[in-house]
C-alpha cells in the first residue's frame, strides 16, 4: 500500500552525515533490484498476511543547503501487487481493495522532514490511494550512504515503516474479519543521478 510511501526515504538529506557535497541539489532514483515495498495485515485473526508491490518509480532531491527544501515523488502501479497467490492478487487487483481498472496508480509525496535523530527522522507525505489523499508520516531510519562496492555506484539506504487504517481510503472489505491497519514496511536503496 505504501509502496509508493516507501519514495519519502530519501528526502531527508540531513541524515547524510559525512557525505561529500557534490552540488546543491542532489538525484536519487531508487534501484529497484534492491528495494522492497511490503505491507503486513491481519487475516481473520490467523496470521499477520503480507503483500508487496513491484512496480513503481520515484525520485529523491535533496537539497544540501537548505534540507527542508528536499523532496519525494513516488508513483506505484496498484496492478504489481503481490501476495504469492494467483487467486488472492486477482481479488486484491478487483474493486473490492485496490480497483486497479479504475484507479491504475497511486502516489505519495513528501511534504515535510522532521530529523528526531543522528540517523533517524519522519518524512510526512500525502498519500493518494482510490482517488483519496490523506496525510501519511513515515518512520525512517538512514542505514548507510556511500559508493556501492561492486558497481561503483553512489547508493543510499534506507528502512521505513508506518501503520494506516486503509477505511480511511476508502477500503473497507472484508472489515473487521480482515484488519484495517496495514503495517508497512519499507527498505529502499537508492542511486544517485550523475
Not at 46 to 74: C, L, T, W
Not at 112 to 136: D, I, Q
Not at 148 to 160: D, K
Request: hydrophobic residues 40%.
Amino acid at each position: 500500500m505504501s509502496r509508493a510511501i516507501l519514495a519519502a526515504l530519501g528526502a531527508f538529506v540531513v541524515l547524510f552525515s559525512g557525505v561529500p557535497a557534490r552540488a546543491d541539489v542532489e538525484t536519487y532514483r531508487f534501484d529497484k533490484a534492491h528495494t522492497q515495498i511490503l505491507f503486513f495485515i491481519d487475516h481473520l485473526g490467523f496470521s499477520k498476511s503480507q503483500g508487496e508491490f513491484h512496480d513503481y518509480d520515484g525520485e529523491i532531491r535533496i537539497d544540501r543547503e537548505n534540507p527542508a527544501n528536499s523532496s519525494v515523488d513516488v508513483t506505484i502501479r496498484t496492478d504489481s501487487i503481490d501476495m504469492d497467490d494467483e487467486k488472492w492478487d486477482a481479488h486484491m487487483k478487483n474493486e473490492d481493495f485496490f480497483d486497479v481498472a479504475q484507479y491504475p496508480e497511486m502516489a505519495f509525496r513528501s511534504t515535510s522532514v522532521n530529523v528526531t535523530g543522528e540517523n533517524t527522522a519522519e518524512v510526512a507525505g500525502e498519500l493518494t490511494l482510490l482517488g483519496v489523499t490523506k496525510p501519511v508520516t513515515l518512520n525512517v531510519t538512514h542505514n548507510k550512504s556511500g559508493e556501492h562496492p561492486f558497481s561503483g555506484a553512489y547508493v543510499a539506504g534506507f528502512s521505513a515503516d508506518t501503520a494506516i487504517r486503509r477505511s480511511e481510503w476508502g477500503m473497507t472489505y472484508g472489515l473487521p474479519g480482515v484488519g484495517d491497519e496495514v503495517h508497512i514496511r519499507l527498505e529502499v536503496e537508492a542511486l544517485r543521478q550523475d
